[in-house]
């Protein structure tokens, strides 16, 4: 089973927050993140999600848009 995590990063790539990681209440086996966009101004960001395993790690960049 491979660890997840996740990280907010602006618009730049720079990391912002760690990002909480929890099993999903509603699939088996699969994590969710929550992201507090309450708090983020108007803006373009990226959640990078990495996952390590036994053969390394993979990440992904998920972009999106806080529209004011």
Do not use: C, H, W
């Not at 089973?1 to 699969?30: F, H, I, Y």
């Not at 966009?37 to 390394?56: C, F, K, S, V």
């Amino acid at each position: 089973v491979p660890k997840v995590m996740g990280k907010l990063l602006n618009r730049a790539g720079q990391p912002m927050v760690e990002l909480m990681v929890t099993p999903s209440t509603v699939r088996v086996g699969v994590p969710e993140i929550d992201v507090p966009l309450a708090a983020l101004p108007p803006g373009d960001y990226l959640i990078e999600i990495t996952a390590t395993g036994d053969l390394g790690d993979v990440k992904q960049l998920v972009g999106f848009r806080v529209v004011g």
